[in-house]
């Protein structure tokens, strides 16, 4: 029979975490032949941890070292106390590094962090990318479909002989809730200003007269992914017209479908895809010029030789760039290249800084991308966010003009102190906008889905850094809950109703993006629009009606 326990939110389910009963509870996996306990010299304590958490959940300075490794397989494990809930969010938590040997040299080492359930389903719990002399945090989080008698977490990963250290690791329930008020108080510091609308010389004869404000749009852009099968569909147009500011294509746009066939160009579906958003007014993304990626690149394209593949990019960039010549706001440039380096590997380092240099000469206008996932996940090793800094710093050192960060946002188990972490280290280390380029989910459970999207949706709204947000898949029946989507536009969208003052004054708090207000007089009703833009002092703004 299942056991059964009260969610309690934060509190740790690894008994002696922070080591202060020894070694009570822990147990070597595999062939590891030692585990002890050591302690950390002070100024080597990682004193930098994840946004808002408590004093429990600040390095100890103590870990386990576990030693004699003879396998990727060897490592540490421990029960954890209690019964785990279904449906509940649990993130992973600690730090790890490595200890030396030669087979530690490197830039880093995969190690993970998982759970079996019942000795029998292993569930991931979070990697990272761990060095020698270095802590780093572990930031992982799962998820369970039932609630199991049993389950241990395992700490496992890089190569045989390099030891591994273990300082503080944790599992508990996090809480969205509390976290979703915490977002409310920011949300109106970053996306609200005060406004005051100033009648003048009017202000004697209209005094107390009635006063409706209307928000007509929203500074901050919704869209979504869009191919030639949806806008075939009314119900999609529909929704797609009133409630989505930007559109993404699917595939239409990139270099395999445009070019299949060596010398056979195919602009037809991503002409009609632009016709479409043209009518209706949709900027689109230009997604992408190219993959990093090898298994997305076509086969005619791999059979070149060096010399022919040179000549065939500067190709792409040339046809691509000069037919859709200010069209396309944005560009993914070379997509994915923290997964991928095809076009690295074949023509050497500077290429992908020369894809960015060339369609900016191109289209000028257009603002350049880095696109990739996992970034905001913590739970990839090949994709964090000091690495994606790292890339971008060398692409703009070879005189690369990025313009802007793509977070793809395909999203499992999401945490949102996770998310905002990368979004805070991204955004202090380049200045640069980032947009979540192709947010999905692949959570089954279509309540679970709308909630996992709701905690993206609200960290994104709610960070300075972040521009606007595209959908994948939203409308092809395994996206979320249309409702909930509508509900947080509505919740993100600012009227308010009153009288003007003895001054002339009326005031409102509102989100960023246009208005209309309306002015209810003896003499009839009178109409103006206005904008409300980021800014910290509140904004006066002269009606003149």
């Known amino acids: 029979m299942a056991c059964t326990q009260e969610v309690v939110f934060d509190l740790n389910l690894i008994e002696n975490s922070a080591l202060e009963d020894g070694l009570a509870g822990w147990a070597p996996v595999g062939s590891c032949t030692a585990l002890s306990v050591q302690e950390e010299e002070p100024a080597k304590v990682p004193t930098e941890t994840i946004n808002d958490v408590g004093e429990d959940f600040r390095p100890s300075g103590r870990y386990i070292l576990a030693s004699g490794r003879a396998d990727e397989a060897d490592g540490l494990r421990q029960a954890i106390k209690g019964a785990l809930k279904p449906r509940v969010t649990y993130r992973v938590s600690g730090w790890i590094s490595l200890g030396g040997g030669a087979a530690a040299e490197g830039p880093g080492h995969a190690v993970r962090v998982n759970l079996r359930v019942d000795d029998e389903c292993v569930v991931e719990g979070g990697a990272v990318c761990a060095e020698v002399g270095k802590w780093t945090e572990i930031k992982g989080a799962f998820r369970l479909k039932r609630s199991p008698c049993a389950a241990a977490v395992y700490v496992q990963g890089a190569p045989a002989g390099v030891d591994v250290k273990v300082m503080d690791l944790q599992v508990f329930a996090t809480d969205r809730k509390a976290r979703f008020r915490k977002l409310r108080r920011k949300t109106d510091k970053v996306r609200k200003r005060d406004v005051v609308l100033n009648f003048g010389s009017a202000a004697s004869g209209i005094s107390g007269a009635s006063v409706r404000v209307m928000q007509m749009d929203s500074s901050f852009p919704f869209g979504a992914c869009i191919n030639p099968s949806v806008i075939q569909n009314p119900a999609f147009v529909d929704f797609f017209t009133k409630h989505f500011d930007w559109a993404v294509f699917e595939n239409e746009l990139k270099w395999y479908h445009t070019e299949a066939q060596q010398g056979q160009l195919n602009y037809a579906d991503s002409d009609a895809l632009l016709d479409f958003c043209d009518r209706y007014g949709k900027p689109v993304r230009g997604h992408c010029i190219f993959w990093a990626v090898e298994n997305t690149v076509q086969q005619w394209v791999k059979n070149l030789d060096n010399d022919q593949l040179t000549s065939a990019v500067q190709g792409r960039l040339q046809s691509l760039l000069t037919r859709y010549a200010g069209r396309f706001p944005h560009y993914d ?97 380049t200045d640069l906008p980032v947009w979540l380029t192709e947010l999905d989910v692949c959570e089954s459970d279509v309540d679970l889905r709308a909630d996992d999207l709701e905690v993206v949706l609200r960290e994104a709204y709610a960070h300075p850094a972040v521009e606007g947000v595209v959908f994948w898949g939203f409308m092809q029946g395994h996206m979320w809950r249309q409702d909930a989507f509508v509900d947080l536009r509505r919740e993100w969208t600012s009227h308010a109703r009153g009288h003007i003052d003895s001054a002339g004054h009326f005031k409102f708090r509102g989100y960023h993006g246009t208005y209309v207000v309306q002015l209810v007089t003896a003499t009839g009703k009178v109409h103006k629009t206005f904008s409300v833009e980021k800014g910290d002092t509140p904004l006066v703004l002269d009606m003149n009606l």
Do not use: W
Not at 412 to 429: F, H, M, Q, R, Y
């Open 333 to 429: 440039v070379n997509n994915e290249m923290l997964h991928g380096s095809y076009y690295r590997g074949r023509l050497g380092d500077d290429i992908d800084a020369f894809m960015f240099r060339e369609a900016a000469r191109l289209d000028p206008g257009a603002t350049l991308f880095v696109n990739d996932y996992n970034v905001e996940g913590g739970n990839d090793p090949n994709a964090t966010p000091e690495k994606y800094i790292e890339q971008i710093a060398a692409l703009q050192q070879k005189g690369a003009p990025v313009g802007g960060i793509g977070l793809q946002g395909h999203v499992t188990n999401p945490v949102g102190e996770v998310i905002c972490d990368a979004l805070d280290k991204l955004s202090a280390a």
